[in-house]
C-alpha cells in the first residue's frame, strides 16, 4: 500500500517551454500532496503544498506563477514548470499523505528529473 | 528559522556492525519524526516514523526519540552493503504563520557499509 507514482520519469525539453508532471497517489486517497526540488549533493527543499480543492500553498521563494499546481482529485496533483530556463533543471519529487489514516506520515514519488537545455 | 540537523558524514562502517546516525531539531513542539533513505538517484524512501519518547523497532532498524534533548537516532543492526545510502532525518513542524504543517529535511547522512 501506499504506492506514489509520477509522470513522466525524466524529460529532457528546450528552454522556454513548459513542463507538466503528474503525481498519483495510486491505492490511497490524498487530500495533501506536497512538491520538492532537489539539487545534486543537496536536500530536499519542499516547493508547495497543494490541497485538494484549493489552492497551493508556496514556500517563500517560490513563483507560483512559474510553478503552477493543480490538484484537482483526491488521486492527482500536477506540477507545471512554465517557461522553463536551464536553471530549472533538478528532480521534482511529489508525496502524499494517506487522508485516510490521518497520519503525517509522506510517501514519495518515484521523481521525475528535468533537463532543460 | 525552525531546523533539523545532521552530521553530513560519510560514515563508513564495516559490514555486520551497527550503523547509528543522529539528528537533533530546533522545533520543541514537534511531534511526528521520520528516518527516510535515499539511494543515489532515486527519491527517499519511509524506513520509519516515531512519535513517542523511547525506542521503536522495526527488523534491523531502532529509532530512538528523546523530546526533552530534541533528539532522534537511527540504528542499523548487522549492516548490509545494501543499506549504503543517504539517510534523511525529517521532523513535522508546525508553520508559524499559517499553521501548516510540513516536513522539514535534514541534510542527510551519507552511509557507506564496508564489506
Known amino acids: 500500500g501506499a504506492v506514489v507514482s509520477q509522470h513522466p520519469s525524466w524529460v529532457i525539453c528546450k528552454s522556454g517551454t513548459s513542463v507538466k508532471i503528474e503525481c498519483r497517489s495510486l491505492?490511497?486517497?490524498?487530500?495533501?500532496m506536497f512538491w520538492y526540488r532537489q539539487f545534486p549533493k543537496q536536500s530536499l527543499m519542499l516547493m508547495a503544498t497543494s490541497n485538494e480543492g484549493s489552492k497551493a500553498t508556496y514556500e517563500q521563494g517560490v513563483e507560483k506563477d512559474k510553478f503552477l499546481i493543480n490538484h484537482a482529485s483526491l488521486t492527482l496533483s500536477t506540477l507545471t514548470v512554465t517557461s522553463a530556463h536551464p536553471e530549472d533543471s533538478s528532480f521534482y519529487i511529489c508525496?502524499?499523505?494517506?487522508?485516510?489514516?490521518?497520519?503525517?506520515?509522506?510517501?514519495f514519488g518515484p521523481g521525475t528529473r528535468l533537463l532543460v537545455l | 528559522q525552525k531546523e533539523v540537523e545532521q552530521n553530513s558524514g560519510p560514515l563508513s562502517v564495516p559490514e555486520g556492525a551497527i550503523a547509528s546516525l543522529n539528528c537533533t531539531y530546533s522545533?520543541?513542539?514537534?511531534?511526528?519524526f521520520f528516518w527516510y533513505r535515499q539511494y543515489s538517484g532515486k527519491s527517499p524512501e519511509l524506513i520509519m516514523s516515531i512519535y513517542s519518547n523511547g525506542d521503536k523497532e522495526d527488523g534491523r532498524f531502532t529509532a530512538q526519540l528523546n523530546k526533552a534533548s530534541q533528539y532522534v537516532s537511527l540504528l542499523i543492526r548487522d549492516s548490509q552493503p545494501s543499506d549504503s545510502a543517504t539517510y534523511l532525518c525529517?521532523?513535522?513542524?508546525?508553520?508559524?504563520?499559517?499553521?501548516?504543517?510540513?516536513?522539514?529535511f535534514g541534510t542527510g547522512t551519507r552511509l557507506t557499509i564496508i564489506p
Open positions: 491505492d490511497f486517497q490524498a487530500t495533501t
Open positions: 522545533d520543541r513542539g514537534s511531534q511526528s
Open positions: 525529517a521532523v513535522n513542524m508546525i508553520e508559524s504563520n499559517f499553521g501548516n504543517e510540513k516536513l522539514t
Open positions: 508525496s502524499a499523505r494517506d487522508t485516510r489514516t490521518g497520519g503525517q506520515t509522506q510517501y
